[in-house]
């Protein structure tokens, strides 16, 4: 049982909710982080990003600059809320019974990082099948235009899976991959503090760089995907993830140890 249930607000999505997010591929929660969440999630992340990370380099890779992997080994607080918070049931209710964790990572764009992110879907990197995974986002600050905030395309899920050819060498330089969409179709994702964002893995969305002269603009990054999902990309195998909810039919996902 988590030790911070207190953090986060528990509740189930609606018959209505649902139905918005097979229409739609998305939802926002509000206000998921309690008053008292938001500051503990505030300050785990940062004293964890702080001790990897250095101010904004335009020299440097995105993945330098906006990411920090498995954010979940060194917060407590964020292991509790990605293995027992809300949103697993809410995972549940989208996907099906049996649920992994299947990525943790923060994805800050810092005042000064100005670069921005093109059209993307989730499960362009590193696809998973069956193709129900779920991208979660968030909000540790409030997020909109001026310090760049998501946009995405509704409904734009129903279109499936794009395929882009990369050459090996921007498979090992691990590139954007980056994909055509009609920017009059989409919608900014602003939030407050504390909120969540979901969305289908196959979401086109996109942010702009964070134009603020002083605000940062800090998303935890939680995806959730079948039990039983395996990596397209990596002769199918297995991914790896903690069991958060059900079974799995893969040895591997009952055994895999989520301190390594």
């Given at each position: 049982m988590s030790l911070h249930r207190n953090f986060f607000n528990y509740r189930d999505l609606t018959s209505e909710e649902l139905a918005?997010?097979?229409?739609?591929?998305?939802?926002?929660?509000?206000n998921i982080l309690t008053?008292?969440?938001?500051?503990?999630?505030?300050?785990?992340?940062?004293?964890a990003w702080n001790a990897e990370k250095q101010a904004f380099d335009p020299a440097k890779s995105w993945l330098q600059n906006s990411l920090l992997v498995n954010i979940h080994h060194q917060a407590p607080a964020v292991r509790d809320y990605y293995f027992e918070g809300p949103l697993v049931d809410?995972?549940?209710?989208?996907?099906?019974?049996?649920?992994?964790?299947?990525?943790?990572?923060?994805?800050?764009?810092?005042?000064?990082?100005?670069?921005?992110?093109?059209?993307?879907?989730?499960?362009?990197?590193?696809?998973?099948?069956?193709?129900?995974?779920l991208t979660t986002l968030t909000a540790l600050?409030?997020?909109?235009?001026?310090?760049?905030?998501?946009w995405l395309i509704p409904g734009s899920h129903a279109g499936g899976q794009i395929r882009v050819n990369q050459t090996e060498e921007e498979k090992q330089k691990k590139s954007e991959i980056i994909v055509?969409?009609?920017?009059?179709?989409?919608?900014?994702?602003?939030m407050?503090?504390?909120?969540?964002?979901?969305?289908?893995?196959?979401?086109?969305?996109?942010?702009?760089?964070?134009?603020?002269?002083?605000?940062?603009?800090?998303?935890?990054?939680?995806?959730?995907?079948?039990?039983?999902?395996?990596?397209?990309?990596?002769?199918?195998?297995?991914?790896?993830?903690?069991?958060?909810?059900?079974?799995?039919r893969f040895t591997e996902v009952k055994e895999f140890e989520t301190n390594i």
């Open positions: 918005i997010f097979k229409e739609n591929g998305y939802l926002v929660i509000k008053a008292e969440g938001l500051d503990q999630m505030r300050r785990e992340c940062m004293t809410m995972a549940a209710q989208i996907i099906g019974p049996n649920i992994k964790g299947a990525t943790s990572q923060l994805t800050f764009k810092m005042a000064g990082n100005t670069k921005p992110f093109g059209w993307h879907q989730d499960n362009g990197y590193g696809e998973l099948e069956p193709y129900n995974a600050d409030d997020t909109d235009q001026g310090n760049g905030c998501l055509e969409a009609d920017d009059s179709l989409a919608v900014p994702m602003e407050r503090a504390g909120d969540a964002l979901i969305f289908n893995c196959w979401m086109l969305h996109k942010s702009d760089g964070n134009l603020s002269k002083d605000r940062d603009r800090r998303i935890l990054f939680l995806r959730y995907a079948d039990a039983d999902a395996v990596e397209v990309y990596n002769n199918r195998r297995p991914r790896l993830g903690r069991l958060v909810k059900g079974e799995t």
